[in-house]
């Protein structure tokens, strides 16, 4: 059996892990992440027009196709936003595993409205995936935190990547994949503004190589990612898809980490790496299932 979903899934992990890995140098060199945004959204182009030009430039424009495509867009595109102001009012170390959680949003959501189920492989490759995304970024030991405002963003952040997921699927029925990613670049590139806003351009940025250069060369990584996650959702089930990637492609990048800096993680990220490693294998072993 052919299994189109698991390739493009791979890919995206493949991409992802590693512009997980290198995008942290943008910032370390003072260029802002609000900026990196702005980069990422204008490597969205490239790929975009290159799909188009292979499908024959046949962009569907009915309105079905574009709401749904922009919805897609937007709510990855504002979730972004939103966990920019998240990070500067909160604690990154809980913030960001709470986010991580957003494909139990996609799970729950595939299960009730669209009937996908998986078998017992996959079920336990979901449990083990929602067990270690949390453990990449959770440090222990950290002091306590009030609850306040970058409680209810990193939720909602969580929920608009989630329904991204869902919503990435129920697009596959109405519209091209190649139609998708485009009205996905239109949102990316919508938000610019607000990105450029939210910008302190009051503090020295790096406009060279160090700044917009190094971004663009990272940032088409995640570009490219996106663009195989949508062929992914197209061929396959988001409740497997989402899980699967979103701890692969951590896993990959924590291996990369590794690597590059000759350090072994530290006891929670290490669990983490392990059951991120045995839900992929899981997900990947579990034979299809047709939706009802």
């Known amino acids: 059996m052919q299994r189109h979903w698991l390739t493009y899934a791979l890919i995206t992990t493949l991409f992802w892990g590693a512009w997980g890995a290198l995008t942290g140098l943008s910032s370390a060199r003072g260029f802002p992440d609000t900026l990196v945004y702005?980069?990422?959204?204008?490597?969205?182009?490239?790929?975009?027009?290159v799909v188009l030009a292979r499908a024959g430039w046949r962009l569907q424009r009915d309105r079905r196709a574009m709401v749904q495509g922009l919805t897609v867009g937007l709510l990855g595109a504002g979730g972004q936003m939103l966990l920019f102001r998240a990070v500067e009012s909160g604690p990154a170390y809980l913030?960001?595993?709470?986010?991580?959680?957003?494909?139990?949003?996609?799970?729950?959501?595939?299960?009730?409205?669209?009937?996908?189920?998986?078998?017992?492989?996959?079920?336990?490759?979901i449990v083990l995936a929602l067990c270690a995304l949390p453990l990449f970024d959770f440090q222990p030991g950290q002091q306590g935190q009030s609850l306040g405002l970058w409680f209810l963003l990193a939720l909602i952040v969580m929920a608009a990547w989630g329904l991204q997921a869902y919503f990435l699927k129920t697009a596959n029925n109405a519209a091209s994949a190649e139609s998708i990613f485009f009205y996905m670049t239109v949102s990316a590139l919508l938000c610019?503004?607000?990105?450029?806003w939210?910008?302190?351009?009051s503090r020295p940025i790096p406009w060279g190589w160090d700044g917009p250069g190094l971004a663009a060369a990272i940032q088409v990584l995640n570009a490219i990612g996106a663009l195989t996650l949508v062929y992914a959702f197209r061929h396959g089930q988001a409740l497997v898809v989402s899980p699967l990637v979103n701890a692969g492609a951590p896993l990959l990048t924590a291996l990369a980490s590794m690597a590059m800096s000759g350090t072994a993680p530290g006891g929670t990220k290490l669990a983490g790496v392990a059951l991120a490693l045995l839900a992929a294998l899981l997900l990947a072993l579990q034979p299809e299932k047709e939706v009802p």
């Open 38 to 49: 702005v980069v990422w959204a204008l490597t969205m182009i490239p790929p975009a027009v």
């Open 198 to 201: 939210m910008t302190d351009f």
């Open 95 to 125: 913030i960001f595993p709470i986010v991580s959680l957003s494909p139990a949003v996609t799970i729950a959501l595939s299960f009730g409205l669209l009937g996908e189920r998986t078998g017992r492989l996959g079920v336990a490759g």
């Open 192 to 196: 610019i503004p607000v990105a450029l």
